[in-house]
């Protein structure tokens, strides 16, 4: 079991451009997750999913959408990137509320 | 919206015991506590979870109050290695969601 991959580990994105932050899990887990770290700060959660359709907002969702067309897979999408994203983007998944949650190692973006 | 509230950071000598508290005092009676910790440049790893009664594992232990609104991780001898950030969250309040609060930066003096 790979776990929960997350590419790229790195990325810096210029002002007004697009890209995917991908997330996939081998572990046939229903419940998605995505969060961002901002620096010295807890996680914020952005979109969540509970299966292969179904996605939702979290605290944070503006400026970012998600898909979830697999079980496996949970894509972030950010739209026209704004340097209030400039932050640390972590995937995460579980089976069930009495399950842990399982943490990609996260990917690093700069908006400049 | 974190529902859980923490110190923002404590310290311990090595080889000591550490009791990191947690508050959450509008706990509904489906939420289970979850305990996470993350060590610098990485992503959180889960720690220890639990309902209602005291739970233990290879890691810690954790002692959740009668009344539900407060619980107590416990590191029964600390080492430089658990130095980390340790978040108390809730599970599943509503809409299958877990809130992340600032946690608990645990320091551990050789």
């Known amino acids: 079991n790979a776990g929960v991959t997350q590419t790229p580990k790195f990325r810096i994105l210029k002002i007004g451009q697009s890209m995917t932050l991908q997330c996939t899990q081998d572990?046939?887990?229903?419940?998605m997750y995505w969060y961002r770290q901002d620096p010295g700060m807890g996680l914020k959660l952005i979109y969540y999913?509970?299966?292969?359709?179904?996605?939702d907002k979290g605290e944070v969702p503006n400026g970012y959408n998600v898909s979830r067309s697999t079980t496996e897979d949970f894509p972030l999408r950010l739209e026209l990137a704004a340097p209030s994203q400039t932050s640390v983007y972590f995937c995460?998944?579980?089976?069930?509320?009495?399950?842990?949650?399982?943490f990609g190692n996260g990917t690093r973006l700069t908006v400049t | 919206d974190a529902k859980t509230t923490q110190p923002n950071s404590m310290e311990s000598n090595e080889e000591e015991p550490v009791h990191l508290p947690c508050n959450h005092s509008?706990?509904?009676?489906?939420?289970?506590i979850h305990w996470y910790r993350q060590l610098p440049s990485q992503g959180p790893e889960y720690v220890i979870h639990?309902?209602?009664s005291n739970v233990n594992n290879r890691m810690a232990s954790l002692a959740i109050a009668e009344d539900r609104k407060s619980s107590t991780l416990i590191l029964h001898r600390a080492t430089l290695r658990d130095a980390a950030v340790y978040y108390c969250?809730?599970?599943?309040?509503?809409?299958?969601?877990?809130?992340f609060g600032t946690g608990t930066s645990l320091t551990v003096i050789p």
């Open positions: 995460a998944s579980t089976l069930s509320e009495v399950s842990p949650l399982h």
């Open positions: 572990m046939n887990h229903n419940y």
């Open positions: 999913s509970v299966g292969a359709g179904i996605t």
């Open positions: 509008t706990i509904s009676g489906t939420d289970y």
């Open positions: 639990g309902l209602t």
């Open positions: 969250i809730l599970g599943w309040t509503t809409g299958n969601q877990f809130y």
